[in-house]
């Protein structure tokens, strides 16, 4: 089985573009959760999306936003970049009956220049 | 609210000594409890889980970790360190009794170096 995809890898951004980040979750997972990675404040929960509905959400502006297809795959948008979204965003698929087996793609990493 | 410390930003240990990375938790309810390891350039990988059954926990890469509820204790071992052990290791808890029991609260992370 294909693992998490995330595209693009690599992307620089400049302060108040915007920029939409994609993942492709594992055949068959429904759920998918979105992480920012920063040095200064680790691993920090963005959104899960559940069958095209958000289910959660962490503790971010209002400038994040996703969403989720049919297909399962999912986009996050971040609008009016800042400096400090510079960032590795994960992706991270699971499937229905399971609570912990979170998978995890390689990241985007934006920068904001 | 749930929360994770992980003590020691950093740990180095010589090719083939005791691997211990240390994970303390805080949580109002039993937690699933986790550790990832990330190399330099990936994402997250999944070593092993704590789910409420047995409080010992085999992982992948020859890595255990033991839930000691008195302690709130959830800390990541391997009896011989291999040189491609080195990566950043992060111990992650959530609330499998909530609404959003796949929200990983993460700790800060342990970077560990292998000597030769």
């Known amino acids: 089985k294909a693992g998490v995809t995330q595209t693009p890898r690599y992307l620089i951004k400049t302060r108040g573009q915007q920029v939409t980040l994609s993942c492709s979750p594992i055949?068959?997972?429904?759920?998918v959760s979105w992480y920012q990675q920063t040095p200064g404040q680790g691993l920090q929960f963005l959104f899960e999306y559940f069958s095209e509905t958000q289910r959660n959400k962490g503790n971010f502006p209002g400038r994040f936003s996703g969403r989720q297809f049919s297909n399962s795959r999912s986009e996050m948008n971040v609008s009016t970049l800042e400096l400090g979204d510079s960032a590795l965003y994960l992706c991270a698929s699971s499937a229905t009956a399971s609570l912990y087996e979170q998978y995890f793609g390689p990241g985007t990493r934006l920068t904001v220049t | 609210a749930q929360s994770v410390t992980q003590l020691g930003s950093h740990v180095s240990v010589s090719e083939g000594a005791l691997v211990l990375l240390r994970c303390n938790y805080s949580?109002?309810?039993?937690?699933?409890l986790f550790w990832y390891v990330q190399y330099p350039n990936q994402g997250l990988q999944l070593l092993l889980k704590?789910?409420?059954?047995?409080?010992l926990v085999k992982g992948i890469n020859g890595f255990e970790a033991e839930f000691k509820k008195s302690e709130t204790s959830f800390h990541l071992t391997k009896p011989s360190a291999h040189m491609s052990d080195a990566a950043e290791y992060f111990c992650?808890?959530?609330?499998?009794?909530?609404?959003?029991?796949?929200?990983?609260?993460f700790g800060s992370g342990t970077q560990l170096t292998v000597l030769p």
């Open positions: 055949s068959g997972h429904r759920s």
């Open positions: 704590y789910t409420s059954a047995a409080t």
């Open positions: 949580s109002s309810v039993p937690p699933y």
């Open positions: 992650a808890v959530s609330d499998p009794s909530s609404g959003s029991a796949r929200q990983l609260t």
